[in-house]
C-alpha cells in the first residue's frame, strides 16, 4: 500500500529509492514515467516521429516536469543518486574479491601459457612499473616469467602487486561479460544455469556461431591474457548470485568499485564525469555534424532507414570521466531508435590500463546495443552481431587508394575513426598553445577524409602572436563552428572553447602546402549563463539541440534567444583569414561581436527580406538571350529564368559581388544598367537578384547606403564570411534597422530647419559651402535629437544630402582636372570675376597667342557657329573658332584661361568674329587663375561636409541598431 507518497515493497529502501520515486499516481498514467522510476532500461516506445533530431536532455527533467514535487530544485540528483552505493555495486565488489583469490590459485597452476600470451603478461607488467614508477630491470618475457614464480626473487613484493593488479582486472573482465549475458538472455527471454556461467566463451560461441550470420566479431572474444580464466566449479552458486543481481549494475557502480583498486578510475572532475557532459558531447557528435552536412551540402548525411556506426575515439585529460559522462549520456537516450550508433573507444596515456578499459568498454557498448536491439527489426544476437562486424569495417576504412595514386605525399596510415574527441582541459606549465596544436595535428592520422575533431580545451585557438602556427593547422583542417563558454559559471572543469574541425580532403590538403591559406567561413556559438548547479548545463544543449533542429535546412546569419532562466545563446557567422578569426570576441562594446551590442542589435532589428523579395536572375540569358537548348533539356539553374525581361525595366537589381572574398559587396542598381554593371562585375563571381520591394514608398537609397555603411559591411562580411551556399537566404537574414519600417514625418514647424539637406546637385553647387557647414554644424543637435523618434525621415534627408554632396564632389574633381567646362554663372565665381579689371582680347593681348587661317581678312566678317576645344597638355589649351564648316583662327592659351573663353564663346553664338576681336575684353590670365583656383578648392570644403553627413549616418545606423531604449511603434 502507499505510505507517504512511497509504494513499500520487499526490497529494503534506500535514499537512492527516494529519489527516484514519485508520485504513482502519475506514474501510473505515464509508463514511461513509471519505467524511469524505478531506475529501469526503458525499451518501449520510439522518439516521436515530428523530431528531426534525437534529443539529449536528461530524462529525470522530463519526468519531473510531470511532477508536484521536484527534489531537482533543490538537489543535485544527477550526482548524488548516481554515486550512491546500490545492491548491485556490492555484489559486484564482493564478487571480484572472491573471483580474484581463485584466479591467482589458477594462475599458480597454469604457469606454462603459451609464449604469445607470455609476452602479453611481460607487456603488462612494464606498462604496470612505468606507471607505479618501480625500479626493476627485468628485460625479457622469458626473466620476466622466471622471476614472477621464483619465491625467492629481489622483486617478490612488486611481482605480487602486479599479481594482485592483473587477477582484478581478469575477474571485471569476466564478470562483466556475465553482465552481458544476462541482459541478452533478458532480451531474448532465456535462462542461463550456472553451470553455463563458468566459461563465458562459450557462450560466446553458443550465441555467436562461427561462420555463421550471427558471427561475434570484437576484442572481447579474442584470446589474450585477461580471457583464458575459467572459474572453479565450486564458485558457481556465488557467480550464479552475481548473475541474478547484475542487470542493475550501471556504470557508475562498476567505476565506483575500481576506483578503489585502481586510482585513474577516481574522479578528478565533477562536471566531466557528469551525465550532462554526455549528453552535450553525444549531441556534437550526431546532431552538430547532421546539421552542419545540411548546410554545406543540402542533403541528407545518409539514409535514416539505415544504421550508421559512427567510430569515436576520446583522447587526452579526463578520459575516464568523460567515459562515465558518456554511458550515463547513452543510457539516458536508450529509449527510441537511433540511426546512428556511437562506437567509442577510450584513449588513456597510462599503458596499463589501456586494454583493460578498451575491454571494459567494448562490453559496455554490447551491453547497451542489447538494451536497444528492441527497436530494430532483428533480434537481439543479429543486431549485436551486425553491429559489432560495422564497427569494425568501419575502424578498418582505408583513405581513398585514389588519393595516394595522385599524391605521392598522401599519408599510408589507415584511417580510423569517424569522430575524435580531443580534451585538453589540464593547463601545461609552458607552450600550452602548442600543446594543443600538437594534439590535434596528432590525431589527422587516426581520422577519416570525411571525420571531424571535437577539441575541448581552455586555450584560445587564436592567439595572434601564434597565428603562424595556426595557419599550419588550418592547412590540415576546416575550423567549422567555435563554441564559447567563457561566460558560462559553475561549469566546472568543462572547457571554456569547443572546436570543432573536419579535415581537409586529400586535394585540399596538398593544395594547401604550396599556397596561403585563403578566407573561409565558421560558424560561432556563445553561450551566457549563470548555472545554479551543473544540472542547468542541460539546459544549454537542450537549447543548441533546438537550433540545430530548427534550422537544419538553412543556417540563419544571426541568431539570438534568451531561454531557460535568462541564460542567452547568440549565434553568428565567422571568418578565418590568414590564420585569425576576423570577427571574434572584442573588448569594444561597439563591435558587432560583442555581447552587449549583439543583443541590443537582435532586438532592434528585421532580416532584409522582411523589406525586399528576392528573385534569382539568369545573367547569361540578360546577355545573350534565351538558351533554346535550356528548353529542350529541362533544365533550369535560376528560378526566373523564363521570364521575359523586357517586363523589368526601371525595376530594381541586386548584385551580390564577391570577386573579392575579403570584401563581399551588395549593390543596389536599376535594370536599365544591368549590362553595364555585369561587365564590369562579370558574371562568374557574382549573383544576380530581381529585387521586389514589399511595401509601398520605400527610400531605396536608405537601404543601398545601409549596406554602404561600416556597420552594413560588419553584416554583410558576416553572413557571407567564405560561403555563398544558399546565397538568396542569406541575403535575405542580413540585418536591417527595425526603425525602416516606422515612418514618422518630422513636425512641419522643424522640417523648415532642415531644406538644405533636400536640395538637389545644383542647388548645393550655386550655395555657400561654408555656409552650408555651418548650417549642418548648428543643426547636429537637434538631428541627433529627432534620430531616434524620426529616424525613417532623417536619414532619407541625410542620404539625399550625402548623394548630392557626393556628386558635387566628384564634379568639381572631375572640373579640377578638366575645367574647361566651368560655368562662371554660379554666384560666388561671377562675383570674383567681375572684380577683376579686363584687358582687349585682341591684339597685343600676351596671356594668348591668335593663329589665323583664312587666306585673308575677309572671312572674319563671319558669323561664330561653333568651337572646338583642344587640350594640348596640363597647361595649354587650343580653341578652335569654326563659321560652319570653315575654321577661322585658333587660340592658344592657358588652361585656366580657356575656360573662361570657353564659357564666353559659347554666349556668342552667330556673332561676326570680326566683332568678337574688337570688342572683346577679358581679365588677365594671372587673375583668372587666381579667381578659378579659389573656387575649386572650396572642394576641400565640400569634402570635410561629406564627411560630416557620413559620420553622422554611421553614427545614426550604429544607434538604431544599439540603442536600448530604442521604440518603434
Given at each position: 500500500?502507499?505510505?507517504?507518497g512511497?509504494?513499500l515493497?520487499?526490497?529494503?529502501?534506500?535514499?537512492?529509492n527516494?529519489l527516484?520515486?514519485h508520485?504513482?499516481v502519475?506514474s501510473?498514467?505515464t509508463?514511461?514515467v513509471?519505467?524511469?522510476?524505478?531506475g529501469?532500461?526503458?525499451?518501449?516506445?520510439?522518439?516521436?516521429?515530428s523530431?528531426?533530431l534525437?534529443?539529449?536532455m536528461?530524462?529525470?527533467?522530463e519526468?519531473a516536469?510531470?511532477l508536484d514535487?521536484q527534489?531537482?530544485?533543490?538537489?543535485?540528483?544527477?550526482w548524488?543518486?548516481?554515486?550512491?552505493?546500490s545492491?548491485a555495486g556490492y555484489?559486484f565488489?564482493q564478487?571480484?574479491?572472491?573471483?580474484?583469490?581463485d584466479?591467482?590459485k589458477?594462475?599458480q597452476?597454469?604457469i606454462?601459457?603459451?609464449?604469445?600470451?607470455?609476452?602479453s603478461?611481460?607487456?603488462?607488467?612494464v606498462?604496470?612499473?612505468?606507471?607505479?614508477?618501480?625500479n626493476?630491470?627485468?628485460?625479457?618475457y622469458q626473466?620476466?616469467w622466471?622471476?614472477?614464480f621464483d619465491?625467492?626473487?629481489?622483486?617478490?613484493?612488486?611481482l605480487d602487486?602486479?599479481i594482485?593488479?592483473?587477477?582484478?582486472?581478469?575477474?571485471?573482465?569476466?564478470?562483466?561479460?556475465?553482465?552481458?549475458?544476462?541482459?541478452?538472455?533478458n532480451?531474448l527471454?532465456?535462462?542461463?544455469?550456472?553451470q553455463?556461467l563458468?566459461?563465458?566463451n562459450?557462450?560466446?560461441l553458443?550465441?555467436?556461431?562461427?561462420?555463421s550470420s550471427?558471427e561475434?566479431?570484437?576484442?572481447?572474444v579474442q584470446s589474450?591474457h585477461?580471457t583464458?580464466y575459467?572459474?572453479?566449479a565450486?564458485l558457481?552458486?556465488?557467480i550464479?548470485d552475481y548473475?541474478?543481481v547484475?542487470?542493475?549494475?550501471t556504470?557508475?557502480?562498476?567505476t565506483?568499485v575500481?576506483?578503489?583498486?585502481?586510482?585513474?578510475?577516481k574522479?578528478s572532475?565533477h562536471s566531466l564525469?557528469h551525465?550532462?557532459?554526455g549528453?552535450?558531447?553525444n549531441?556534437l557528435?550526431l546532431n552538430?555534424?547532421?546539421w552542419?552536412e545540411?548546410?554545406?551540402?543540402?542533403?541528407?548525411?545518409?539514409?535514416?532507414?539505415?544504421?550508421?556506426?559512427?567510430t569515436?575515439?576520446?583522447v587526452?585529460?579526463?578520459?575516464?570521466?568523460?567515459?562515465?559522462s558518456h554511458w550515463?549520456?547513452?543510457?539516458?537516450?536508450?529509449?527510441?531508435?537511433?540511426s546512428?550508433?556511437?562506437?567509442?573507444e577510450?584513449?588513456v596515456?597510462n599503458?596499463?590500463i589501456?586494454l583493460?578499459?578498451?575491454l571494459?568498454?567494448?562490453?559496455?557498448?554490447?551491453t547497451?546495443?542489447?538494451?536497444?536491439?528492441?527497436f530494430?527489426s532483428?533480434?537481439a544476437?543479429?543486431?549485436?552481431?551486425f553491429?559489432?562486424?560495422?564497427?569494425?569495417?568501419?575502424r578498418s576504412?582505408?583513405?581513398s587508394?585514389q588519393?595516394?595514386?595522385?599524391?605521392?605525399e598522401?599519408s599510408?596510415q589507415?584511417?580510423?575513426?569517424?569522430?575524435?574527441?580531443?580534451?585538453?582541459?589540464?593547463?601545461?606549465?609552458?607552450?600550452?598553445h602548442?600543446?594543443l596544436l600538437?594534439k590535434?595535428?596528432?590525431?589527422?592520422?587516426?581520422l577519416?577524409?570525411?571525420?571531424?575533431?571535437?577539441v575541448?580545451?581552455n586555450q584560445?585557438l587564436?592567439i595572434?602572436?601564434q597565428?603562424?602556427k595556426?595557419k599550419?593547422?588550418?592547412?590540415?583542417?576546416?575550423?567549422e563552428t567555435?563554441?564559447?563558454?567563457q561566460d558560462?559559471?559553475l561549469?566546472?572543469?568543462?572547457p571554456?572553447?569547443?572546436?570543432?574541425?573536419s579535415?581537409?580532403?586529400?586535394?585540399?590538403r596538398?593544395t594547401?602546402?604550396n599556397?596561403?591559406?585563403?578566407?573561409?567561413?565558421?560558424?560561432?556559438?556563445?553561450?551566457?549563463?549563470q548555472?545554479?548547479?551543473?544540472n542547468?548545463?542541460a539546459?544549454?544543449?537542450?537549447?543548441?539541440?533546438?537550433?540545430?533542429e530548427?534550422?537544419l535546412?538553412n543556417?540563419p546569419?544571426?541568431?539570438r534567444?534568451?531561454?531557460?532562466?535568462?541564460?542567452?545563446m547568440?549565434?553568428?557567422?565567422?571568418?578565418?583569414i590568414?590564420?585569425?578569426?576576423?570577427?571574434s570576441?572584442?573588448d569594444?562594446?561597439s563591435h558587432i561581436?560583442?555581447p552587449?551590442?549583439?543583443?541590443?542589435?537582435m532586438k532592434n532589428?528585421?532580416p532584409?527580406?522582411?523589406?525586399?523579395?528576392?528573385?534569382?536572375?539568369?545573367?547569361?540569358?540578360?546577355?545573350?538571350?534565351k538558351?533554346k537548348?535550356?528548353?529542350?533539356?529541362?533544365?533550369?539553374?535560376?528560378?526566373q529564368?523564363?521570364l521575359?525581361?523586357?517586363d523589368?525595366?526601371?525595376?530594381?537589381?541586386?548584385?551580390?559581388?564577391?570577386?573579392?572574398v575579403?570584401?563581399?559587396?551588395i549593390?543596389i542598381?536599376t535594370f536599365?544598367l544591368?549590362?553595364?554593371?555585369?561587365?564590369?562585375y562579370?558574371?562568374?563571381?557574382?549573383?544576380?537578384?530581381?529585387l521586389?520591394?514589399k511595401?509601398k514608398?520605400?527610400?531605396?537609397?536608405?537601404f543601398r547606403?545601409?549596406?554602404?555603411s561600416k556597420?552594413?559591411k560588419q553584416?554583410i562580411q558576416m553572413?557571407?564570411?567564405g560561403?555563398?551556399?544558399?546565397a538568396k537566404?542569406?541575403?535575405s537574414?542580413?540585418?536591417?534597422?527595425?526603425s525602416?519600417?516606422?515612418r514618422?514625418e518630422?513636425?512641419?514647424?522643424l522640417?523648415?530647419?532642415f531644406e538644405?539637406?533636400?536640395?538637389?546637385?545644383?542647388?548645393?553647387?550655386?550655395?555657400?559651402f561654408?555656409?552650408?557647414?555651418r548650417?549642418?554644424?548648428?543643426g547636429l543637435?537637434?538631428l541627433?535629437?529627432?534620430?531616434?523618434?524620426?529616424?525613417?525621415?532623417v536619414?532619407?534627408y541625410?542620404?539625399n544630402?550625402?548623394i548630392g554632396?557626393?556628386n558635387?564632389s566628384?564634379?568639381?574633381s572631375?572640373?579640377k582636372?578638366h575645367i574647361?567646362?566651368?560655368?562662371?554663372?554660379h554666384?560666388?565665381?561671377?562675383?570674383?570675376i567681375?572684380e577683376c579689371?579686363?584687358?582687349?582680347?585682341?591684339?597685343?593681348n600676351e596671356d594668348?597667342?591668335?593663329?589665323?587661317?583664312?587666306?585673308?581678312?575677309?572671312v572674319?566678317?563671319?558669323?561664330?557657329?561653333k568651337?572646338i576645344?583642344?587640350?594640348?597638355?596640363?597647361?595649354?589649351?587650343?580653341?578652335?573658332?569654326?563659321?560652319?564648316d570653315?575654321?577661322?583662327l585658333?587660340?592658344?592659351?592657358?588652361?585656366?584661361?580657356?575656360?573662361?573663353?570657353?564659357?564666353?564663346?559659347s554666349?556668342?553664338i552667330n556673332?561676326?568674329?570680326?566683332?568678337?576681336?574688337?570688342?572683346?575684353?577679358i581679365?588677365?590670365?594671372?587673375?583668372v587663375?587666381?579667381?578659378?583656383?579659389q573656387?575649386?578648392?572650396?572642394s576641400?570644403i565640400?569634402?570635410?561636409l561629406?564627411?560630416n553627413v557620413d559620420?553622422?549616418?554611421?553614427e545614426t545606423?550604429?544607434?538604431?541598431?544599439?540603442d536600448?531604449?530604442?521604440k518603434?511603434?
Amino acid at each position: 500500500m502507499p505510505v507517504g507518497g512511497v509504494w513499500l515493497k520487499k526490497r529494503n529502501f534506500t535514499a537512492q529509492n527516494w529519489l527516484r520515486t514519485h508520485n504513482p499516481v502519475r506514474s501510473s498514467d505515464t509508463p514511461e514515467v513509471a519505467a524511469l522510476e524505478g531506475g529501469m532500461n526503458v525499451s518501449h516506445r520510439p522518439e516521436s516521429p515530428s523530431r528531426k533530431l534525437p534529443s539529449f536532455m536528461p530524462r529525470r527533467y522530463e519526468v519531473a516536469a510531470q511532477l508536484d514535487f521536484q527534489p531537482s530544485q533543490y538537489l543535485d540528483l544527477e550526482w548524488l543518486a548516481e554515486n550512491l552505493t546500490s545492491k548491485a555495486g556490492y555484489v559486484f565488489f564482493q564478487s571480484t574479491s572472491i573471483l580474484k583469490k581463485d584466479i591467482l590459485k589458477n594462475f599458480q597452476r597454469n604457469i606454462h601459457f603459451p609464449k604469445k600470451r607470455q609476452i602479453s603478461f611481460y607487456d603488462e607488467f612494464v606498462a604496470f612499473a612505468e606507471s607505479k614508477n618501480l625500479n626493476i630491470k627485468v628485460d625479457s618475457y622469458q626473466e620476466f616469467w622466471k622471476e614472477l614464480f621464483d619465491s625467492e626473487s629481489l622483486y617478490r613484493e612488486e611481482l605480487d602487486l602486479f599479481i594482485d593488479d592483473i587477477c582484478f582486472k581478469i575477474a571485471v573482465i569476466y564478470l562483466l561479460k556475465i553482465r552481458f549475458f544476462k541482459a541478452l538472455c533478458n532480451s531474448l527471454g532465456k535462462e542461463l544455469e550456472a553451470q553455463d556461467l563458468l566459461s563465458p566463451n562459450s557462450l560466446f560461441l553458443r550465441y555467436f556461431k562461427k561462420s555463421s550470420s550471427s558471427e561475434f566479431e570484437s576484442a572481447i572474444v579474442q584470446s589474450n591474457h585477461y580471457t583464458w580464466y575459467i572459474p572453479s566449479a565450486h564458485l558457481k552458486d556465488r557467480i550464479y548470485d552475481y548473475y541474478e543481481v547484475c542487470d542493475e549494475l550501471t556504470y557508475v557502480d562498476i567505476t565506483t568499485v575500481l576506483s578503489q583498486k585502481f586510482s585513474e578510475f577516481k574522479s578528478s572532475s565533477h562536471s566531466l564525469a557528469h551525465k550532462n557532459t554526455g549528453l552535450f558531447i553525444n549531441c556534437l557528435i550526431l546532431n552538430f555534424f547532421e546539421w552542419l552536412e545540411k548546410n554545406k551540402h543540402g542533403v541528407e548525411s545518409f539514409d535514416k532507414n539505415q544504421i550508421r556506426t559512427i567510430t569515436t575515439k576520446f583522447v587526452g585529460d579526463h578520459v575516464v570521466d568523460l567515459t562515465s559522462s558518456h554511458w550515463l549520456a547513452q543510457y539516458n537516450n536508450n529509449y527510441f531508435k537511433w540511426s546512428d550508433l556511437i562506437c567509442p573507444e577510450f584513449e588513456v596515456s597510462n599503458d596499463s590500463i589501456k586494454l583493460f578499459l578498451k575491454l571494459i568498454n567494448e562490453v559496455e557498448l554490447y551491453t547497451f546495443l542489447v538494451g536497444i536491439s528492441s527497436f530494430y527489426s532483428s533480434s537481439a544476437v543479429e543486431f549485436i552481431s551486425f553491429c559489432a562486424k560495422e564497427f569494425k569495417q568501419s575502424r578498418s576504412e582505408p583513405s581513398s587508394a585514389q588519393g595516394q595514386l595522385l599524391l605521392e605525399e598522401i599519408s599510408q596510415q589507415e584511417s580510423s575513426y569517424d569522430r575524435i574527441v580531443v580534451s585538453q582541459v589540464v593547463n601545461k606549465k609552458r607552450n600550452t598553445h602548442f600543446y594543443l596544436l600538437q594534439k590535434i595535428q596528432e590525431q589527422a592520422k587516426n581520422l577519416k577524409e570525411d571525420g571531424y575533431i571535437v577539441v575541448l580545451t581552455n586555450q584560445n585557438l587564436f592567439i595572434h602572436s601564434q597565428k603562424e602556427k595556426t595557419k599550419s593547422l588550418l592547412k590540415n583542417f576546416n575550423l567549422e563552428t567555435v563554441i564559447q563558454l567563457q561566460d558560462v559559471s559553475l561549469k566546472g572543469e568543462f572547457p571554456p572553447y569547443i572546436y570543432l574541425l573536419s579535415k581537409k580532403s586529400s586535394c585540399e590538403r596538398y593544395t594547401a602546402k604550396n599556397k596561403e591559406l585563403e578566407r573561409y567561413s565558421c560558424f560561432n556559438f556563445r553561450v551566457i549563463a549563470q548555472l545554479d548547479s551543473y544540472n542547468d548545463f542541460a539546459s544549454i544543449t537542450n537549447q543548441l539541440n533546438g537550433f540545430f533542429e530548427k534550422h537544419l535546412d538553412n543556417a540563419p546569419a544571426f541568431y539570438r534567444e534568451d531561454f531557460y532562466k535568462g541564460f542567452q545563446m547568440e549565434f553568428f557567422q565567422n571568418a578565418i583569414i590568414n590564420g585569425e578569426l576576423i570577427q571574434s570576441t572584442s573588448d569594444d562594446s561597439s563591435h558587432i561581436t560583442h555581447p552587449h551590442f549583439f543583443k541590443k542589435m537582435m532586438k532592434n532589428c528585421l532580416p532584409f527580406g522582411y523589406f525586399f523579395e528576392l528573385n534569382s536572375l539568369n545573367i547569361e540569358e540578360v546577355l545573350h538571350g534565351k538558351n533554346k537548348s535550356q528548353d529542350q533539356l529541362k533544365f533550369q539553374h535560376y528560378s526566373q529564368s523564363s521570364l521575359d525581361y523586357e517586363d523589368f525595366n526601371g525595376k530594381l537589381i541586386l548584385i551580390l559581388n564577391f570577386n573579392n572574398v575579403s570584401d563581399v559587396k551588395i549593390e543596389i542598381t536599376t535594370f536599365d544598367l544591368l549590362k553595364s554593371k555585369s561587365y564590369q562585375y562579370g558574371i562568374t563571381s557574382c549573383y544576380y537578384y530581381i529585387l521586389e520591394p514589399k511595401f509601398k514608398d520605400l527610400n531605396i537609397n536608405i537601404f543601398r547606403e545601409y549596406l554602404y555603411s561600416k556597420l552594413g559591411k560588419q553584416m554583410i562580411q558576416m553572413t557571407f564570411s567564405g560561403s555563398y551556399h544558399q546565397a538568396k537566404s542569406r541575403i535575405s537574414g542580413i540585418l536591417v534597422p527595425k526603425s525602416f519600417a516606422f515612418r514618422r514625418e518630422i513636425p512641419k514647424h522643424l522640417k523648415h530647419c532642415f531644406e538644405y539637406l533636400l536640395w538637389d546637385e545644383k542647388e548645393i553647387l550655386k550655395s555657400d559651402f561654408e555656409s552650408l557647414a555651418r548650417q549642418l554644424e548648428d543643426g547636429l543637435g537637434l538631428l541627433k535629437s529627432l534620430s531616434l523618434s524620426y529616424s525613417l525621415e532623417v536619414i532619407s534627408y541625410l542620404t539625399n544630402f550625402k548623394i548630392g554632396l557626393y556628386n558635387c564632389s566628384k564634379k568639381l574633381s572631375w572640373t579640377k582636372t578638366h575645367i574647361k567646362n566651368l560655368d562662371f554663372n554660379h554666384g560666388e565665381l561671377k562675383e570674383k570675376i567681375l572684380e577683376c579689371p579686363t584687358i582687349a582680347f585682341y591684339p597685343n593681348n600676351e596671356d594668348l597667342f591668335i593663329e589665323y587661317h583664312g587666306e585673308n581678312t575677309k572671312v572674319l566678317p563671319k558669323p561664330f557657329t561653333k568651337k572646338i576645344i583642344n587640350v594640348v597638355d596640363d597647361e595649354q589649351m587650343i580653341i578652335e573658332i569654326w563659321s560652319e564648316d570653315l575654321k577661322i583662327l585658333s587660340v592658344h592659351c592657358s588652361h585656366y584661361l580657356g575656360t573662361f573663353l570657353n564659357f564666353i564663346f559659347s554666349k556668342m553664338i552667330n556673332v561676326p568674329v570680326i566683332q568678337i576681336l574688337k570688342n572683346l575684353r577679358i581679365p588677365k590670365e594671372s587673375d583668372v587663375r587666381h579667381v578659378i583656383s579659389q573656387f575649386i578648392n572650396r572642394s576641400t570644403i565640400l569634402k570635410e561636409l561629406y564627411q560630416n553627413v557620413d559620420r553622422l549616418l554611421e553614427e545614426t545606423f550604429h544607434q538604431l541598431v544599439s540603442d536600448s531604449s530604442l521604440k518603434n511603434k
